[in-house]
């Protein structure tokens, strides 16, 4: 039988607003029934450590947050190549972390287009149902997304889609090996990198912005934790020597942008028109702008070295 969804009076429809959006769901499954031998609390500390990285993905990657679930989250993208694209950070992601004994936790993912009305009167948005019915076509973890999604896909995307049962809906499914796409950096939305593009500017309200030569990062409040060091999952990967894997995080707190070192070397800032200082196993309230040397004193044109720079809402 053909997915059937509420419709909207025409008067409705002419009085709200619309904006395309590009809906995720993404549930965490348990994948054996040896995680049965876990107590819950167990449990549900492997499910929030996953969920934790969905959500940094999201504000890495131009995802928004638009619903909490027990085991999972709903988000809205802009494009279809930026929720794919997404989703495949979000598996990369999951997947480094550990499992524990037995336990296997697998991550589903569910991509539909969706036309949004603004109404009280249908709280879920109609695509919720169709992206949480395609993430579970697949027994495993996966990426699955309608045909609206598919054609909307750049050429490369497009073709490493691959078509799978649907069986009673009229929504074509299709999905793609999360693997075989390549690893984008968070440069590329939220954490977004203004180099000769310069297609995307910080959103209204708090940001920081992070420069490492002539690449650019910008990071705006809806992502509360920037977690930087040697491991290429951290929002801002570094590749140096004396940076430690998970060196810093920068977390944005009532208002303020704190700087927290967790690093063996230490991280060195340098405000401008104050006194230079080395931070260790410590946190520092960052204001207005200056430089900072993760592992080593700042040096211009090294990996390790960065400008900083807050911009407060005008």
Sequence with gaps: MPDVYPTLSDADQQAQPLSHDYLLYGTVHETTEQSAHLDSGQLGKLVQRR?????????????????????????????AEAALIGACE?????????????????????????????????????????AAKLSALLGQAGI??????????????????????????????????????????PSRSSARENGTAGKHAPLAGSSIVLRQGARQFVFDKRQHVIAIGRDMVCDLPINSAKVSRNHARIIYRLGNYLLIDTSTNGTYLYPE??????????MVVLSGKGRIGFGQTWEAGTPHSFEFELIQPA
């Design 273 to 282: 028109g104050c006194p230079a200082s080395r931070i260790r196993k410590n």
């Design 144 to 185: 699955v997304f309608s045909e609206q999604v598919k054609e909307s896909l750049p050429g490369e995307l497009k073709e490493a889609s691959t078509p799978i049962a649907n069986d009673g809906s009229a929504i074509a499914a299709f999905s793609v090996d999360w693997n075989a796409v390549p690893a984008q950096p």
């Design 90 to 130: 979000m598996q990369r992601h999951c997947a480094v972390i550990p499992q524990l004994g037995d336990t296997r936790l697998s991550l589903k993912i569910g991509i539909h287009a969706s036309i949004r009305q603004h109404l009280t009167r249908h709280a879920v948005d109609p695509a919720e149902a169709t």
């Design 51 to 79: 969920l934790k990285r969905l959500e940094r993905v999201l504000g890495a990657h131009g995802g928004l947050l638009t619903k909490s679930l027990p085991r999972g989250l709903v988000a809205g993208f802009d494009s």
